[in-house]
């Protein structure tokens, strides 16, 4: 037996309480119920005379439900809606139709519980890498010196120890996105946004991320964070993730949802995971989803 297992996940799976406890405790940590949601476009003409569509389907039919704890890639085409699920969880875009919960709750704004982070750092260029990651502890009201000692804590555990001082001209990209990391967790949100997080990095240094963000999730345990991330990489949502979402454009929807269930933890030794067959054979399984879902045709975006 070598513990690595695809299966399909359900809703249930995730929402059915135990029936002998008045408080269910395994409620999800997000939801998405029957989520439709459609964006205005600006009026246009086309060169022959005819209306351009006047909004977009950005996700149709989307029901989810990821629990506390799970590490969920979404993968799909540009444009099927992953970073609009992405906002709405921050409460950035709410749903025309449909119900989102975080918690339980509605999203509120701004939404202290969530991290958000990006494929390119977004780090301020009068802002000291130190002085970056105290930012989301100044817009919860920490003090000087709590925060300062907590951004310098978060640099060491990303390994910049050496680096508080410096400004984002003075470090490689790698730098920049380990000072995100850091900015991102600094507040210890219960939620973590990932937005192609290592998309802009080369080979060797995604690697050394993936594995230095997986070494810090994995060591936390039962108390793991929730994290949303996406990426065009399935080879990284496979070694990443505890579960695989596929996402399908025109409009915006759910194509398959697949538990990855590769041992943790997995952060040291990452490398070597890649050139098992077991891993192989998951992520040929979900390559052939993904083309096929690429290469069905649309079912149309557009509203006229
Ligand atoms: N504020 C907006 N106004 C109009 N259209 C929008 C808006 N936000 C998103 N869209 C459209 O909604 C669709 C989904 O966009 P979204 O950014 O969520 O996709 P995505 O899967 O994250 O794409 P990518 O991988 O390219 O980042 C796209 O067609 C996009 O153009």
């Not at 410096?166 to 900015?183: D, F, I, K, P, T």
């Not at 990489?233 to 993730?241: F, G, I, K, P, S």
């Amino acid at each position: 037996m070598t513990g690595i297992s695809m299966g399909r996940a359900t809703t249930l799976d995730y929402i059915e309480a135990p029936a002998d406890t008045a408080a269910p405790t395994d409620d999800p940590k997000v939801s998405f119920t029957d989520i439709r949601q459609v964006f205005a476009l600006p009026k246009q003409s086309k060169k022959d005379g005819s209306a351009s569509p006047s909004a977009v389907v950005a996700l149709d039919n989307v029901n989810l439900q990821i629990p506390e704890g799970q590490f969920v890639a979404l993968v799909g085409a540009s444009g099927c809606g992953k970073t609009t699920l992405m906002n709405m969880i921050a409460g950035l875009v709410k749903p025309t139709r449909g119900t989102v919960k975080v918690s339980g709750q509605p999203p509120k704004l701004p939404n202290l519980d969530v991290g958000y982070m990006f494929a390119r750092d977004a780090l301020l260029p009068w802002r000291s890498a130190r002085r970056s990651v105290e930012l989301p502890l100044e817009v919860r009201g920490w003090d000087k010196k709590r925060r300062r000692e907590r951004a310098d804590e978060m640099l060491d555990m990303v390994g910049l120890a050496d680096k508080h001082t410096q400004y984002r001209n003075q470090l490689s990209q790698g730098m920049r996105q380990r000072v995100a990391l850091a900015r991102t967790l600094a507040a210890d949100p219960s939620i973590l946004l990932m937005d192609e997080p290592f998309a802009a990095l080369d080979a060797r240094t995604k690697l050394t991320l993936q594995a230095e963000f997986l070494r810090i999730w994995e060591a936390e345990g039962d108390k793991r964070k929730t994290v949303i991330f996406v990426t065009h990489d399935l080879d990284e949502a496979v070694l990443m993730a505890d579960r695989v979402v596929i996402m399908l454009p025109r409009p915006g929807r759910i194509a398959e949802d697949l538990i990855v269930d590769l041992p943790r933890p997995r952060a040291d030794h990452l490398g070597d995971v890649k050139f098992t067959p077991e891993f192989q054979e998951i992520t040929q399984g979900l390559f052939d989803r993904l083309e096929g879902a690429i290469s069905a045709p649309g079912a149309g975006a557009e509203v006229k």
